[in-house]
């Protein structure tokens, strides 16, 4: 196998970085300039403490004025031809494409006190980053029906960001993820991912992380570890059963269809992934795609969020586990499941499908 090009770094007219990731094989000199008078970016987004649940809130307030479902001559997300106007990608075509994002949620700054907060930490400036990953210059092509060798460069892609990311002092945890459909709130339908690097260690990270220092006190063992033991025995709940990864269907799910997969070896992030793993992690991700992209008869498109778990970067990362965390919130055609009164305000959970049910589903789909 060639190995991928590494990224190519430039910069756009506002000065934000672009990173061009090309498939093995190719060879791209990545050289158009962005030719755009762009302002710089205002950012003002902000970090409050919510004393009553222990949690930060970001306020982005600039994001109101992002971009709403362009139409497609309109795509930021588009390389930039001679037929239509310039684009956030200055090159003609691309494979994958990562820039930061221009309305960011974090932006990195230094970090700045705003106000004091009698009952919590004082609020902040929200430091971090937030960039946006292009997986196909196709505006209409969707990751489970990308080329094999295009799924090798996004898990590279992946890698080379969480690396970078993950270097920054400011940063304590690195989230890889994709939102696709406009049913889940995706305002841009180009085929393309994120990646947000917090200043803290997010609520759902925080739960994990103490239930599994409770298992690791009574039993020394990793809890997500034995989790993953505990599904590949039992196998009920087993959709993907390959050489270093596994799925399953969790056994108390949240979401109508809901996929874990773990690597078989204790790792605690993706840059930790051996050259095999990643190998296997670019076919078993797709055909994971496909498989929800097919659940429903009649839907060929399905609503999904791809959730990247990794470890935080300086606390605690011993109790960590890289895992996917992959969902829809389609409970059937054209019926989203909401979030009610009890998951909204209690964050009490009422699932109205069986995880068996599911995992026999999907397994059908292989
Ligand atoms: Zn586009």
Known sequence: MTPAPGPTRRTLADGRHIFYFDDAGTTHTRTARDLRELPSAT????????????????????????????????????????AGAPTEIPEANYDVAVFENRFPSFAPAQDELLSANRFGPD???AVGHCEVMCFSSDH???VGELPA????????????????????????????????????GV?????HGQIYAYPYVTPRTQAILAQADKHFQSTGRSLLADVLAFERQDGARVVYAGEHWSAYVPAAARWPIEIHLAPHRDIPDLPSLNTE????????????????????????????????????IRIDRHLGRLHLQLFSILRAPGKLKYLAGS????????????????????????
């Open 343 to 366: 998951e909204s305000a209690m964050g009490a959970w009422i699932s109205d499908t069986v995880p068996e049910a599911v995992a026999t589903r999907l397994r059908e789909l292989a």
């Open 187 to 191: 305002t841009l339908t180009h085929p």
């Open 43 to 82: 950012i003002e987004s902000q970090m409050r403490y919510d004393v009553l649940t222990g949690e930060w809130i970001t306020m982005a307030s600039h994001r109101m004025t992002r971009t709403h479902l362009p139409t497609t001559a309109e795509c930021p997300l588009c390389p930039t031809t001679l």
């Open 149 to 184: 060798e295009r799924l090798r460069t996004i898990v590279g892609a992946w890698i080379s960001r969480t690396e970078e990311l993950s270097a920054d002092p400011s940063v304590e945890q690195v989230f890889c993820f994709e939102n696709r459909g406009e049913e889940i």
């Open 123 to 125: 609020d902040r400036r």
């Open 277 to 312: 793993e990643r190998e296997e992690l670019a076919y078993v991700y797709q055909d994971l795609l496909r498989r929800i992209d097919s659940f429903y008869p009649g839907i060929d498109r399905v609503p999904y969020i791809a959730a990247w778990h990794q470890a935080p």
């Open 140 to 142: 209409t092509a969707s």
